[in-house]
């Protein structure tokens, strides 16, 4: 049971550790600190309440005391002796009050300067402790955002680990397009593949439009040159002709040309 409580606690020291938040816990101290000096200026506030009382209280008193002291020499003026005894005796009683009242207005002045000295203090305090409060806090931000940038740019954060794989998958998806692109490429000339469409031909086929190509026009050339030169006109003809039997000569798979005229040296291709 022990060590259960022990791994209990652990796992909710760690959890709490994880949740908890420096600024949020600084943020929430300063705001006891603030309610606690809000107490220590209301309790001033009483004490100088309750000192003003008495001091009003002991106005009033002094007040009736010379009064009674006014009525007494008045009354011994008149002859009234036994008026006069009275008047004093109630000027003693409201006296001793007046002697209680500034012993205990006293004693809340005294208490009153050392609340005003103790909420001074507590001021100070709050004022330092608000001050560090903000100093620690720029700091933990700067050093959490350093930490998220080293972060990012190491690649341990788990966004930017994200980013990363899903670079690397589109990376791969293409290098896979690109490579199945270029084999089938390479199919389709070879001839290993049929091209639907007919616009790709294999390599013997593009030899061959290349050697016509060619000739068609070197004897267009020919014939211009002929041309501007004034020759005559049996030339140009000679040049078609022999264009006519280059191209017969190229046809596909020998189709439509005659065995005499087959050069010797030329080498034929079988179907």
């Known amino acids: ?26 943020d929430y101290s300063y705001q006891k600190q603030l309610e606690l000096l809000q107490k220590v200026r209301r309790g001033v506030a009483d004490v100088a309440t309750s000192r003003k009382r008495l001091e009003l209280q002991l106005n009033q008193l002094q007040q009736q005391s010379s009064k009674l002291e006014d009525q007494g020499r008045k009354a011994l003026s008149l002859g009234r002796e036994d008026l006069a005894r009275e008047a004093l ?3 003693s009683g409201v006296q001793e009050q007046i002697n209680d009242l500034q012993a205990q207005y006293q004693n809340l002045q005294g208490e009153e300067e050392k609340l005003t000295l103790a909420s001074q203090r507590l001021q100070a305090k709050v004022d330092a402790f608000r001050t560090k409060k903000e100093t620690i ?3 933990y931000t700067a050093a959490q955002a350093q930490t998220q940038i080293a972060e990012s740019f190491s690649g ?3 966004e930017m680990g994200d980013v990363g794989l899903a670079i690397q998958r589109a990376e791969d998806k293409t290098a896979q397009l690109q490579a199945r692109a270029g084999a089938i ?23 061959l439009d290349r050697i016509s ?3 068609d026009v070197e004897l267009e050339l020919q014939k211009m040159k002929a041309e501007l030169s004034g020759g005559s006109s049996e030339r140009p003809a000679e040049l078609e002709q ?7 000569a190229n046809g596909n ?3 439509g040309r005659s065995q005499s005229q087959e050069p010797q040296d030329q080498p034929g291709y079988d179907r």
């Open 1 to 26: 049971m022990k060590r259960m409580g022990m791994i209990f606690r652990a796992k909710a020291n760690k959890a709490l550790d994880r949740a908890e938040d420096p600024r949020e816990t600084l």
């Open 89 to 91: 005796t109630r000027r």
């Open 137 to 139: 806090k720029a700091t």
């Open 156 to 158: 341990i954060s788990e």
């Open 185 to 207: 490429d390479e199919l389709l000339a070879s001839g290993a593949l049929d091209d639907p469409s007919g616009m790709r031909k294999d390599d013997l086929a593009a030899e």
């Open 213 to 215: 190509g060619g000739a």
């Open 242 to 248: 022999g264009r006519g039997a280059q191209q017969a």
């Open 253 to 255: 798979g020998g189709a």
